[in-house]
Structure formats: C-alpha cells, structure tokens
C-alpha cells in the first residue's frame, strides 16, 4: 500500500484532497474533452452550411458572357468576396481546372483546389493549408452548365473560407470550459476542505484530550462526540478506567503482600526478643542473634522491593497533576509529631501552583523518604523549597546535619548498585526515591546544603514518555 | 501504664502483649478494629498501639473514631505498609507516631515510652521534678543524687504519678493503670505503696513529694524541672 510509504497519506485530510483531485481532474479532462468535440463538431457542420449557402449564391448569378463562356459578375456577388484577404474566396473553373472566374478577395493568390478536382455532378468539402493563404475549408462542386442554345459543358464552382474566425472561436470555447472546470475544481477543493475541517474537528478534540490524559491534564475524555467516535472515546475512557483501577488493584495486592510477609516476620522477631529474654545462656544467644540478623535482612529485602514494585514511574493514564504545597505540608504535620522530642524547625518554601506530573503516591513517597532523613539526620533545622515551571519540577530538601560523606554519595547515587544495602541509615529510604526518579527520567543529586547538611536536589522533567525505566544522568554532585 | 493493642495476628499480639506486660504495662489486646473501639471507649487508657491492617475496622477508622470522640491518649501507629501515604494519612488522622513491621521490640518499647512521657508533657526521657529523677529508659532513680533501689511495682507506680506531676490521680486510676483489669480496685494496696514510696523519697520528710487529697486521689506534688527547688 502506497499508504503505508508516503507521509502525507498519513493524513486524513491529504488523503481526501489528494483522491478528489485527481477524481475531479480526470472527471473533468473528459468532460472538457467531450464538450470541446461536440462544439467544434458543430461549429464545423455549420460553417459548412455557410459555404453551401454561399456556393449556391454564386450559381445562383453564374451567366454567360459575350464569348459564350460562363463567368460570374463582380458587381452583384456579395461584398466579402470583393475586398482582399476578406477570408471568402471564390473561383469558378472550367473543364480542364482553369479559372474563368476568381474572386478578387483572391488578389491574385491562385485558389486552393487541393489535390484534385471533384468528379462531374460531386461535391468535395476539404481543409487545405495553401503556402499564399492562412488555412481554409473549401467546397467544391461540379456541374454541368446547359447553355441557352442548348450545348452544355462541365464547370467546378469553388468556395473556400478561413479557418481562423473558427479556429479563434473554437480554441476560445476551450479556454472558457478549462477556465470554468479549473474555477468549479479549486471552489469543490475549498469546500471539502472546509468541510473536511467541520467533519475532522471532533477527531482533532479526541486527538487533543488524548493527548492531555498522557499528559496528566485530564482525567477523561469528556464532552459529546459524534456517533461515530462515541464508541472510541467510550473505549478509550473504559481504558483509562481500567488502567486506574488494575494500579489501584496492583498497589492493593502489594500492601496484601507487604502485610502478609511482614507479620509473619513480626511475629518472629517479637518470639525471638521473648525467648532471648528468657534465654540467657551464651549459645542460644548467639543463634538467637543470628535469627534476628536474618531476619532484619530479610524484612529489608521484602521491604525494598515491595516498595520499590509499588512505584507507578509514569503517567497512567488519567492521572492529575498533583499540587505539591498540601503533599508537603501534611507531611510536616506528621513529622513534627514524630519528632517532637527534637524540635525541628522545618520550612517549606513551595512557590504558588508548583505540581508534579504524576502519582500522587510517588510524589509522597519521594518527598516522605527525604523529608523523614532530614528531620532524622538534621540537628533543628530543615529546609524544603519547591517550584515548577517549563515542565521542570525542582525540589531541594537541606537540613543543618552532618551531611553526607562524599563517598557515600557516590555510592549511593552510582548507577546499579543495591543501595538498599550501599549506605545504612539513608538507605532504603535514598534508594527508593532513586529508584522513583529513574523511573520518571529525573535527576538526583546530593549537594552540601546552605545550612550546612545535606542537601538533596531532585528534578523531574515533563518530557518523560521516553524516559520510562530511564537512566540518572550523572550527578551534579560536587563530592 | 495501661496500654491497648489492637492487632489482628493473634502470636504477634500474645507475644507483644507479654514482652510489653514485661516492660511494666498493662496491656489489653483487642483483635480487631470493633473490639479495639470497644476498648477504646470504654477503659481508660494511656496508650493505643493500632496495626492499620485490621478486620472489620479498619485501622485508620479505629483511629479516626478515637479522635472523633475526644480521646488524647497517644496513638501508636503498627503497620506492615511502609508507603509514606498511608504513613502520612495516619498521622494526619491522629496517630502520633508509627512503627513498621516486623518491629524491634526495644524500639518498639522506646517509641511506647517517649510518646507517654510526651503526653504527660515531658519532652525529656528523664523526668526531673525538684530532687527527684528518674530515667525512663535505665529506671534508675536519684534524690538529690542518691540512688534509690525500687521494686518494679514502685518504680511503675513513681514513674506514673511523675509523668502525671501536678494532676491530680485517684486510687482506681492509678490501680487501673498499674493492674491488669482483674485485679480487685478498691484494694487498700496502692495506699501501702504510695506509703513505701514515700518513705524511700523523702526518709527526713523534708520533701513530701506525695500529697494526699482526701476521697480524690494522690498528686505528686514536686514542681517539674529542677531549677526551680535546686
């Protein structure tokens, strides 16, 4: 299919164009060409007609002359055969082709006979093109004359017109026909195109909400679209639907999953703890360690990567952009009770109508994560500052800390590696916002904070559809 | 200290409730949401510890109720979702701190501790009121640096009545928070300790830290932080 290889008929709109163009053209050639014919055919027959008309006249005042010879008098023909390259012309010929007679319109050009004369009692009509004369039809016709004294004798009475007058009209019709059916083809092509823009503008809407529910804008597609296109959208709204609900479900079947590793390995270690205080001999206190190592190891397997499957990394569809201000805030509510004892001064500094593209439940567990390690690691003070723009979302958490040894910022942000395992203390929380901004091709990077602890810079770029499962580009991290 | 677990893993519980009963609380364990809402309204509490995951009600639920109701007891938040959403919501909701499973008991036990204290406005895990101090996480006791040897009834009992310093407590609130629920209430028993306590603190009678409030109950009488009597 040509379709298949040519790029613009991957166009609706070029395709319709393109098929009543040619339609049209080939529609109107043979029209153009059927007409044209018809009008020259009758043109012709009817300068036909007037050469016969004007043949017949000059019989009509054929009369004998004083050497008893047949001529035709100048006086009384018609006038157009009188004036000189008039475009008539006449001629009468004897029996052996002489003229006895020729019109002075003639002006001494000799009459073009052609190739032979016509037989006795024929008539001949033929297009000569003569070298002393522009193109003309003549019309011949031989007779024989009966004298008075009863003697008759063969004669050729010959007429011939120019073609010109014709041939000027005839192209002039064509002209006109091409002109008309060029103006009706190019008026048909404006209407279909906007006709085309009437019938294309619910698919372009389609076309753009589509576009605005992968880009996290809309949730739906909403509004009325033309029976056709009502199945689609009623598709592709039920796709949306289901695309949320199997997260939803997803995400359900994870926390089922979490509970149900986790509890066991609850019950485990709180039968440990109660055997090793029952216990106190050295041996089975050593195993009893051992257990507890293990299981510690496992509850950060289990944990790690169940979180780390919970994360959405992309857009799914229909999801809103999520304000990052109350996200924030909540958090701090929450963080400042866990932390009480300390007494945290944490600031927030969101500039207005900054979003995220994406899961709400990324998004917290992003800034849960590092929020929770900066009132964790900071000594009173902690400083989140957010904004958006430019589809950039950039978010800087600092506190007044310790900060982080360079190497393990390498570690920790060096691609590959289990950093669940790389750095105690930050990390499970540090690997799963890495694992999140891998996923939505974003950056991490950890920096030396004004306040003199950590400071950790995450930035999500919109441009993500395919960044999905992406890289972290590498750090801009001064360790 | 009379604390309310509310977890549907029935070894986990038991084996909760023991290690906690071994650390000096009271503990009443409610297997799922309903019956934790039961015992949320109806026994006077410290303390909830709630796993989110719970049948019937839900954790959250159970949490939302208790807040709705005017309750101020901490709230202890046991869960096996570690998603910082359901932390958050938790928190929002009313909770005052989370553990996740499967928790170390002693962090467990030192999160149940800090959260007491801070509810009885201690924001310091030593409660220091005048000479006396006592650490809640080594139990040692000093007057005026002197070392006290307690029993561990004792000590639970000074540990109450100074994390309440200034409230006044009366006999079924402290035997409520110091027994398990069967124990018979209007025994004369607290009356035989606060004696005892008060002979270990204040040997000379110089402090009387224990004031006495004719049919309402007991108050430790000692002004918190040690500036001031110092």
Redesign the interface.
């Known amino acids: 299919m040509p379709a298949r290889r040519l790029p613009a008929f991957r166009s609706l709109r070029a395709r319709v164009i393109v098929w009543v163009s040619v339609t049209l053209t080939v529609l109107f050639a043979i029209t153009i060409v059927g007409l044209d014919l018809a009008f020259r055919r009758s043109t012709d027959e009817a300068q036909r007609q007037l050469l016969e008309v004007q043949l017949f006249g000059l019989i009509a005042l054929a009369e004998t002359d004083e050497a008893d010879e047949l001529t035709l008098p100048n006086d009384e023909i018609d006038a157009q055969f009188q004036v000189p390259g008039s475009g008539l012309y006449g001629v009468l010929l004897d029996a052996d082709g002489r003229p006895v007679w020729q019109s002075r319109s003639l002006l001494g050009a000799s009459f073009p006979v052609g190739e032979s004369l016509p037989g006795p009692g024929e008539q001949r009509y033929s297009r000569v093109d003569p070298p002393d004369l522009p193109p003309v039809e003549t019309f011949m016709m031989a007779v024989t004359w009966e004298f008075a004294d009863g003697h008759a004798a063969p004669y050729t009475f010959g007429i011939a017109s120019s073609l010109e007058p014709l041939m000027t009209r005839q192209a002039a019709f064509r002209r006109n026909l091409i002109g008309w059916f060029a103006g009706i083809t190019i008026a048909m092509l404006a209407l279909i195109g906007s006709l085309l823009g009437w019938v294309l503008r619910p698919l372009r809407r389609l076309e753009r909400q589509v576009r605005e529910v992968d880009a996290g804008e809309r949730v739906a597609l909403t509004g009325e679209f033309p029976s056709e296109l009502e199945p689609l959208a009623a598709s592709l709204n039920a796709l949306i639907d289901t695309e949320r609900r199997r997260l939803v479900r997803y995400r359900n079947t994870l926390?089922d999953l979490?509970?149900s590793?986790?509890?066991p390995?609850?019950?485990?270690?709180?039968?440990l703890?109660?055997l090793a205080?029952k216990e106190a001999d050295a041996p089975s206190a050593t195993a009893l360690d051992a257990l507890n190592r293990e299981?510690d190891r496992m509850?950060q397997r289990v944990?790690y990567q169940?979180?780390r499957a919970?994360v959405s990394g992309a857009t799914g569809l229909g999801v809103e952009p999520v304000q990052v201000a109350p996200?924030l805030e909540?958090?701090r509510?929450?963080?400042d009770?866990?932390y009480?004892?300390k007494?945290v001064a944490c600031e927030l500094a969101v500039a207005p109508g900054t979003v995220f593209q994406g899961d709400?439940?990324d998004l917290?567990?992003v800034?849960?994560?590092l929020v929770?390690n900066a009132y964790k690691y900071c000594r009173h003070r902690v400083r989140v500052t957010a904004s958006s723009g430019g589809g950039k979302l950039s978010i800087v958490v600092a506190d007044d800390g310790r900060g982080i040894e360079p190497d393990d910022v390498t570690k920790l942000l060096e691609r590959g590696t289990r950093a669940d395992e790389s750095v105690p203390g930050h990390g499970i929380g540090l690997a799963v916002v890495r694992d999140i901004v891998e996923l939505y091709g974003g950056t991490l990077a950890i920096e030396r904070s004004v306040l003199g602890g950590a400071a950790v810079l995450v930035e999500f770029t919109r441009a993500r559809a395919a960044g999905q499962g992406g890289a972290v580009p590498p750090p801009s991290s001064r360790a | 200290m009379r604390l309310l677990l509310v977890e549907d893993d029935q070894t986990l519980s038991r084996s909760l409730a023991a290690q906690l009963q071994r650390a000096g609380y009271q503990v009443d364990c409610a297997a799922d949401g309903r019956e934790g809402l039961y015992f949320a309204r109806e026994y006077s509490i410290d303390l909830a510890i709630i796993d989110l995951g719970l049948p019937g009600l839900s954790g959250v639920e159970l949490i939302k109720t208790i807040r709705a109701e005017g309750k101020s007891y901490p709230i202890l938040v046991l869960t096996a979702r570690d998603r910082w959403q359901d932390k958050v919501e938790a928190l929002k909701l009313g909770a005052d701190d989370y553990v996740v499973k499967p928790v170390h008991v002693e962090e467990l036990l030192a999160r149940v501790d800090a959260l007491l204290r801070r509810a009885g406005g201690w924001a310091q895990s030593e409660l220091v009121c005048g000479p006396v101090r006592l650490d809640t996480r080594t139990q040692i006791v000093t007057v005026d640096g002197r070392k006290l040897d307690l029993t561990s009834f004792e000590y639970r009992l000074l540990e109450y009545l100074m994390l309440h310093a200034g409230e006044v407590l009366s006999k079924a609130q402290i035997s409520e928070a110091l027994y398990n629920e069967d124990f018979e209430r209007d025994s004369n028993v607290i009356e035989v300790f606060i004696g005892r306590l008060r002979r270990k603190l204040d040997p000379n009678g110089e402090y009387k830290p224990i004031e006495t409030l004719r049919g309402r109950g007991y108050r430790f009488a000692l002004p918190r932080g040690s500036a001031a009597n110092a």
């Open positions: 926390d979490a509970h590793l986790k509890t390995l609850a019950v485990m270690r709180t039968l703890s109660e205080a299981i509850e944990s169940l979180r919970r996200v909540d958090l509510l929450g963080l009770k866990v009480r004892d007494g709400p439940g917290t567990e800034l849960g994560n929770d």
